[in-house]
């Protein structure tokens, strides 16, 4: 697929990422209802959602399937490790993830049975193990049944406001959405950009303008100008 032609420059990119932030500067944690922090049950909260949204679906029914988990109560490895696989497809259903339900549920179940076998539930453990390496992080996500590359890189760009080490995490689907909106594709150009703005917003925001092209040329229009 060819890049967007967009206007580049420093007085633009600034413009840009103003723009980029203005509507689209907010998480999928944040739209979840996960007030995260770096405690146990939050942090499970976000790989759940980070699963969810790892499968082809709409980000929106992925972030509805989490809040109806959520609201079932199903808040922590263990009460997901005790619910049955049938309340697990229930709530996804009411989430309308309808398509993936099954295989998800039985994901579900089983990641949250590795989390209480391999780190007491608690994803902290698995930061401690990777010694605050991001990619040995990754790679220790991976492990984590139904939690492939796309669900870690996931996890990464909403954790790394709490988990500093992480930051700045630019993924390829970050760059991607970069790219639309003419910024550099570049990952650490990129982290400079973000300056001082909270790293994990300045993500999700880039991936949602890579999601939704008419999006992208809002941000793109409301930038305007010439350098």
Partial sequence: MARDARPTG???HRRTVDALLDRCGRTYAADAGIRLKDTPQPLYQL????????ARIRASTAVDAARALFDDGLRSARRMADATWQQRVDALGR???????????????DGARFLLDTCRGDPRRLRERAGQDPRELSRLLQEVPGLGPT????FLREVQG????VAPYIDAKATQGAERIGLPGDAEELGRLAGDRAPEVFAAALVRVAL??????????AAGGED
């Fill in 10 to 12: 420093p007085a633009r």
């Fill in 47 to 54: 790989l759940v959602l980070a699963l969810l949204l790892s």
């Fill in 95 to 109: 989430g309308h993830y309808r398509r993936y339900d099954e295989r998800t549920s039985t994901q579900l179940g």
């Fill in 151 to 154: 669900g870690a890189d996931i």
């Fill in 162 to 165: 709490v988990w500093p080490e």
């Fill in 212 to 221: 939704d092209r008419g999006l992208a040329d809002e941000v793109a229009a």
